[in-house]
């Protein structure tokens, strides 16, 4: 069974969320925030955060991971600071040997409540009702509970489809 970790970046705060099962089956393994301390240099920050998620990935035995993929900033430096985050998740993801995969806010919003369009209160509320949570989590934990969500129900469907097929890959 896969054990999917999924990641929404950030300088200050990095969200994540570890599930398992399958769409429709799903289970929160652990899910939180790593806070990274907005006063404390990048580089420590940086250092906290690759040391959190190595630790995430061990302690769970993770075996795929979902990130938000970076959407454009009109503030610079900002994207830069994002940047630098999703830097340390890539190079964190890659040095455990695991496959990685990218999703559009817009695409984790679909496949959680059905609209690419959805506020972030909607999403938080619908992965606590998927997930059967006590309590919502903190957004930034259930923004990555969606993407590992949304990875989770995209590569079923990809599956579903490959063996619809015949396991001959090729076109439709």
Not at 70 to 97: C, I, P, T, W
């Amino acid at each position: 069974m896969s054990r999917i970790l999924g990641i929404d970046p950030g300088s200050r705060i990095t969200g994540y969320g570890v599930v398992e099962g399958d769409w429709g089956n799903t289970k929160a393994v652990e899910y939180g925030t790593l806070q990274l301390g907005a006063n404390l240099p990048m580089g420590t920050r940086l250092a906290k955060l690759y040391a959190g998620l190595s630790e995430i990935i061990k302690r769970h035995s993770v075996t795929e991971v979902a990130v938000e993929r970076v959407f454009v900033s009109k503030n610079a430096d900002s994207a830069l600071k994002l940047g630098h985050a999703r830097g340390v998740v890539l190079l964190v993801v890659e040095q455990a040997g695991l496959p990685l995969f990218e999703y559009t806010p817009a695409q984790v919003k679909k496949s959680v409540t059905g609209s690419g369009r959805a506020i972030k209160g909607q999403v938080g509320a619908l992965v606590s009702a998927i997930l059967s949570l006590d309590e919502d989590p903190p957004e930034d934990a259930a923004d990555a509970l969606a993407i590992a969500m949304t990875h989770q129900m995209l590569s079923g469907s990809y599956a579903i489809l490959e063996q619809m097929q015949g396991g001959r890959g090729g076109r439709w």
